[in-house]
């Protein structure tokens, strides 16, 4: 509608519940849905009471760990695939923003522009959305090597800021929302949503980082990170806040608390649960959570600052341990409150990162105009643990510390 940028009005209007798919329309012109635009080209009227029946909803997409390369070199295309599904025109499903929580390559050394070129090109699968409606962030594997530009791979291929447009495809002139911040840490707005987006520092060498022989699977953020997290929340004490990160906090969703990504054997010796291990080094306690700040191991600064804080924030979006959707560990699953806020697992899209473990799946959020509450919807996208869609097993609706506002 002529605004700067190309943003549209925010929110589209959608019948509740959700998701009967109203596509076919071009991004550009999402102010009207099909069934009022064909109200409007057949001359007829949209029935009375539509207006109470239908309020205006926001859609997000949360997934992560896509883990490319694995998945390529069995011929399977994690995000392309995924972005396909939802984009048909019968079964797929409508929304309006991509979260994607990083993990974007499958390599255990320092990812290369093969695999960067392949992200992008898989990113292209996109018809009915732009590559700007994918918001990302950097996961452990998408790291630099010890001796390489600090998180150059993810800054060339991925590149939220878009500062590198012909390597990534992102024009940070055609987000619908525009990020404000750096590749490493950035916000935006939709309504009073307000996200908080974080990359993961597991870049630059041991003990935090890439080793020689691969990388270490425990998350890790800077001071500066932290400090900014921080500043904006208690800016912004007005606005549904979301944070995103590659990594859950400790203790929150399955398997993110000590000593459960890795078993420690009484011998001493290391085997695999969720995350796998490098003999030389890593930080085996903590390798399912966000452990470094400032490589501080075991830092637990968020933590400590929402159990001071309950409330201060609304959600946690992340990934990193992939498992099915019904898993349980130590009482923990997917999707579990804690300090007055959501803490989402929204992962994986690999099938074949962690393949014993991995059911491709990701998540739906539908926030709707004037309601404190959100359903969380999974989808998944192969036909391993039930049939391929919607999960309805899965599904939860979450608490809001507001109402949402469009
Ligand atoms: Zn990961």
Same mark, same amino acid.
């Given at each position: 509608?002529?605004?700067?940028?190309?943003?549209?009005?925010?929110?589209?209007?959608?019948?509740?519940?959700?998701?009967? +798919?109203?596509?076919?329309?071009? #991004? $550009?012109?999402?102010?009207?849905?099909?069934?009022?635009?064909?109200?409007?080209?057949?001359?007829?009227?949209?029935?009375?009471?539509?207006? *109470?029946? $239908?309020?205006?909803? @926001?859609?997000?997409?949360?997934?992560?760990?896509?883990? /490319? =390369?694995?998945?390529?070199?069995?011929? %399977?295309?994690?995000?392309? *695939?995924?972005?396909?599904?939802?984009?048909?025109?019968?079964?797929?499903?409508?929304?309006?923003?991509?979260?994607?929580?990083?993990?974007?390559?499958?390599?255990?050394?320092? #990812?290369?522009?093969?695999? =960067?070129? $392949?992200?992008?090109?898989?990113?292209?699968?996109?018809?009915?959305?732009?590559?700007?409606?994918?918001?990302?962030?950097?996961?452990?594997?998408?790291?630099? &090597?010890?001796?390489e530009p600090t998180q150059g791979w993810f800054r060339?291929?991925?590149?939220?800021?878009? $500062?590198?447009?012909? !390597?990534?495809?992102?024009?940070?002139? %055609?987000?619908?929302?525009?990020?404000?911040?750096?590749? *490493? %840490?950035?916000? @935006?707005?939709? =309504?009073?949503?307000?996200?908080?987006?974080?990359?993961?520092?597991?870049?630059?060498?041991?003990? /935090?980082?890439?080793?020689?022989?691969?990388?270490? #699977?425990? =998350?890790?953020?800077?001071?500066?990170? @932290?400090?900014?997290?921080?500043?904006?929340?208690?800016?912004?004490?007005?606005?549904?806040?979301?944070?995103?990160?590659?990594?859950?906090?400790? *203790?929150?969703? /399955?398997?993110? &608390?000590?000593?459960e990504g890795l078993i420690k054997n009484p011998d001493?010796?290391?085997?695999?649960? +969720?995350?796998?291990?490098?003999?030389?080094?890593?930080?085996?306690?903590?390798?399912?959570?966000?452990?470094?700040?400032?490589?501080?191991?075991?830092?637990?600064?968020?933590?400590?600052?929402?159990?001071?804080?309950?409330?201060?924030?609304?959600?946690?979006?992340?990934?990193?341990?992939?498992?099915?959707?019904?898993?349980?560990?130590?009482?923990?699953?997917?999707?579990e409150r804690k300090w007055g806020a959501t803490f989402?697992?929204?992962?994986?899209?690999?099938?074949?990162?962690?393949?014993?473990?991995?059911?491709?799946?990701? %998540?739906?959020?539908? !926030?709707?105009?004037?309601?404190?509450?959100?359903? /969380?919807?999974? +989808?998944?996208?192969?036909?391993?643990?039930?049939?391929?869609?919607?999960?309805?097993?899965?599904?939860?609706?979450?608490?809001?510390?507001?109402?949402?506002?469009?």
């Amino acid at each position: 509608m002529g605004r700067p940028n190309g943003q549209h009005s925010l929110c589209v209007y959608s019948p509740i519940p959700p998701p009967p +798919y109203v596509g076919g329309y071009e #991004p $550009e012109a999402r102010n009207m849905n099909r069934r009022e635009f064909l109200a409007m080209i057949m001359g007829a009227a949209v029935a009375p009471g539509r207006a *109470e029946q $239908e309020k205006r909803q @926001f859609r997000l997409w949360a997934m992560g760990d896509a883990h /490319v =390369g694995t998945d390529l070199k069995r011929k %399977r295309e994690s995000l392309a *695939e995924a972005i396909r599904q939802s984009e048909q025109e019968d079964a797929g499903f409508a929304w309006d923003l991509a979260l994607n929580v990083g993990d974007f390559s499958g390599n255990q050394s320092a #990812p290369d522009d093969d695999e =960067g070129r $392949e992200v992008a090109r898989q990113y292209e699968a996109t018809r009915k959305h732009r590559r700007e409606d994918f918001y990302d962030l950097a996961g452990n594997h998408d790291a630099s &090597g010890p001796g390489e530009p600090t998180q150059g791979w993810f800054r060339k291929w991925i590149d939220p800021t878009g $500062e590198n447009t012909q !390597f990534s495809g992102v024009d940070p002139k %055609r987000r619908r929302y525009p990020v404000e911040g750096t590749w *490493e %840490r950035y916000s @935006f707005r939709v =309504g009073n949503l307000l996200f908080l987006v974080m990359s993961d520092r597991n870049d630059g060498g041991p003990p /935090v980082g890439r080793g020689k022989r691969g990388g270490y #699977p425990s =998350g890790a953020v800077t001071g500066e990170t @932290f400090a900014w997290w921080k500043r904006m929340v208690e800016a912004n004490r007005d606005a549904i806040i979301i944070c995103a990160h590659h990594h859950m906090l400790r *203790e929150t969703t /399955v398997g993110s &608390g000590d000593w459960e990504g890795l078993i420690k054997n009484p011998d001493g010796t290391l085997t695999s649960r +969720y995350h796998g291990h490098q003999p030389d080094g890593g930080s085996w306690e903590g390798a399912s959570y966000l452990y470094y700040v400032d490589g501080q191991p075991k830092a637990m600064a968020f933590e400590k600052y929402l159990e001071a804080h309950p409330g201060a924030i609304d959600l946690w979006i992340g990934g990193h341990t992939h498992t099915n959707p019904d898993d349980n560990f130590n009482g923990r699953t997917h999707i579990e409150r804690k300090w007055g806020a959501t803490f989402i697992n929204c992962c994986a899209l690999s099938r074949f990162h962690v393949m014993t473990r991995s059911r491709p799946m990701s %998540r739906l959020l539908t !926030f709707t105009d004037g309601s404190a509450e959100a359903r /969380v919807q999974c +989808y998944l996208h192969t036909a391993q643990h039930a049939p391929q869609g919607w999960y309805p097993k899965a599904e939860r609706t979450i608490k809001l510390g507001k109402a949402f506002r469009c």
